[in-house]
């Protein structure tokens, strides 16, 4: 891989998102070399998938708050860091060495500091019938229609909670799409419990566009709401989607789409595999890593900033990012940070308000978090809530006993769609916490390696060590 | 088979020739290979490595890895990461998980 300018960088940033990029061009700046790495074809991660490609080019179609990506990038572009995409690491250890591969070639490079901004995955939403082709995340399709301009155009039912799932539905209507059908998953007293916690949220910018967003959606879909049962249907392909409501009422409709979505968690894998520590989150339902207040991790020299340090959106993702960057190069003995330093945790604090709000609204009910029956749990390896139920029946104490006894969370995707489920599922049958539970021990490669990308690797003793264990 | 996504009117992008499991299809330039797929009203329905039932890509986002696809030669590569490029020769992943695969 000789597109690198270095094997050695005072900075290394994983992921091109709102973090990444303001990471990345805070360090750059500032005069530290900095590599940023992401794995997708362009810059702006989920948030501002498609910035520099997508073919929506009339502005409206997907709103100011897209479009600001362009100055952050603006930013990254003038700031001299180095930006490699399609590029995916594999591994980080705790010696700052970071592994990655690209355009089927293996490298290593040596870090000094260590930002990961890989943001947030969708929250698993495990119902019967999830794996059926035409099942796909609310992201899923917010992603095709950013980067391909793709919508929608046959029976569509969009299901779930939070306020991506609106905005996606305002978007897709807006575009010419077609939903048909909303399950509005928010439990029945969701709204009573937030509502002491509303006055923060009714000071920012998004509770406006929240309420404009929500008029437009039900002004042309039809909602249903309290619903507390969904089952997709169908052979080999989605053919339709049952439900039930908290009423007792059952509904269904034919449809070849169904997009799903419960709020999005922190994607911890990268981070959990450099052996940073992590605490269960009792109000986002969700791992997130231990970090002090510039955002480093309990592995020294190693930061987490974005979604991925705690669910927080665009605002806070920008700032977790400037913080990060600012105290990375503070810890390297690069001074003049100060005054940007305590910017960056301002920025950090105004983004924050109205979260908690937003948080117990939008808590997903355990029906959807934890299934019964013979629901898939792990798509990868075909194992069902039952099958794991019988597990601990006969023993099973935590998710890396589960490995042996069903090759949960071995497949390719590495646990990452099945974990948070395993962790609440088990926790349930044995009668205990998430956190006495714990996750899947992560290891290096977080991503799976092809055979020719191994060998190309140089042959340090640090580098093998990196990879075979 | 109609597909369940369409392209907006207002997308403009040129066009370019992929080949799945040897049939032309014509992508627009800058989709992934995933999307390239769904948006071509063929049947990509790829088998499950342990049961061999039929999957379609699921986050679109490199998470879920229910994309796999072969791509010039290269077997499980995630379809919805990569871009589509001019003749590019795309298989769909038939037939359940063969050891040492
Ligand atoms: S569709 Fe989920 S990883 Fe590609």
Redesign the pocket.
């Known amino acids: 891989m000789s597109v690198l300018r270095s094997d050695n960088y005072d900075l290394v940033v994983v992921g091109a998102g709102p973090a990444g990029i303001a990471a990345a061009a805070a360090a750059a700046k500032a005069g530290a070399t900095t590599l940023l790495l992401d794995e997708n074809a362009g810059p702006g991660g989920q948030v501002w998938r498609g910035l520099t490609s997508t073919p929506l080019t009339n502005r409206d179609m997907l709103g100011k708050d897209f479009w600001d990506g362009q100055l952050e990038l603006e930013k990254l572009r003038s700031s001299g860091a180095e930006v490699l995409q399609r590029a995916t690491v594999w591994s980080i250890d705790p010696s700052l060495q970071v592994g990655i591969s690209h355009g089927g070639a293996s490298r290593i490079v040596q870090a000094r500091r260590i930002v990961i901004a890989t943001g947030a995955m969708e929250r698993p939403f495990p119902i019967p019938g999830w794996t059926l082709p035409g099942v796909m995340t609310a992201g899923?399709a917010q992603t095709m229609l950013k980067s391909s301009g793709l919508v929608p155009s046959e029976p569509t039912v969009i299901a779930g909670q939070g306020p991506l799932l609106w905005l996606l539905a305002g978007q897709i209507l807006r575009m010419g799409g077609r939903i048909d059908v909303m399950l509005d998953t928010t439990p029945k007293g969701a709204f009573a419990a937030a509502l002491p916690k509303a006055f923060g949220f009714l000071t920012t910018p998004y509770f406006r566009k929240g309420l404009k967003m929500l008029r437009e959606v039900r002004s042309k879909v039809r909602i249903i709401k309290h619903v507390t049962r969904i089952e997709a249907q169908g052979d080999g392909q989605l053919e339709r989607v049952v439900w039930e409501t908290a009423g007792g009422k059952r509904g269904e409709m034919a449809s070849r789409l169904l997009l799903l979505h419960q709020g999005v968690v922190p994607n911890v894998n990268l981070a959990m595999s450099t052996g940073a520590a992590h605490d269960w989150d009792g109000l986002q339902l969700c791992w997130r890593p231990r970090l002090d207040d510039d955002g480093q991790t309990t592995v020294p020299g190693i930061y987490v900033a974005g979604d991925g340090a705690g669910i927080g959106g665009v605002g806070v993702a920008l700032a977790r990012g400037r913080v990060a960057a600012r105290a990375a190069l503070t810890s390297l003995g690069k001074s003049g940070q100060d005054a940007d330093l305590s910017a960056a945790r301002a920025e950090l604090a105004k983004a924050n308000r109205g979260r908690e709000f937003l948080d117990l609204l939008y808590k997903p009910a355990e029906q959807f978090r934890i299934p019964e029956g013979d629901t898939i749990v792990c798509r990868c390896e075909e194992v069902r809530a039952s099958d794991i139920r019988s597990a601990v029946d006969i023993g099973a104490s935590g998710p890396n006993q589960l490995k042996a006894y069903l090759r949960t969370g071995m497949g390719p995707?590495q646990g990452r769609l099945c974990g948070l489920t395993v962790t609440e599922l088990m926790a349930k049958a044995r009668g205990t916490t998430p956190e006495q539970i714990g996750y899947y021990r992560l290891r290096a490669p977080v991503k799976p390696l092809t055979l020719s990308e191994l060998a190309d690797l140089p042959m340090e003793p640090e580098a093998v060590k990196a990879v075979v264990r | 088979m109609t597909p369940m996504f369409s392209h907006i009117p207002a997308d403009q992008r040129p066009t370019l020739e992929i080949f799945v499991d040897g049939q032309s299809v014509r992508a627009r330039r800058g989709d992934t290979v995933?999307a390239a797929l769904l948006a071509s009203g063929l049947d990509v329905r790829r088998d499950s490595a342990v049961s061999g039932v039929p999957r379609l890509?699921?986050?679109?986002?490199?998470?879920?890895?229910?994309?796999?696809v072969t791509i010039d030669g290269v077997g499980n590569r995630?379809?919805?990461?990569i871009p589509v490029a001019p003749g590019m020769r795309v298989e769909i992943q038939r037939g359940k998980r063969e050891l040492g695969k």
């Open positions: 899923a995707c | 995933s890509p699921y986050c679109m986002m490199g998470v879920c890895f229910e994309c796999l995630q379809g919805c990461l």
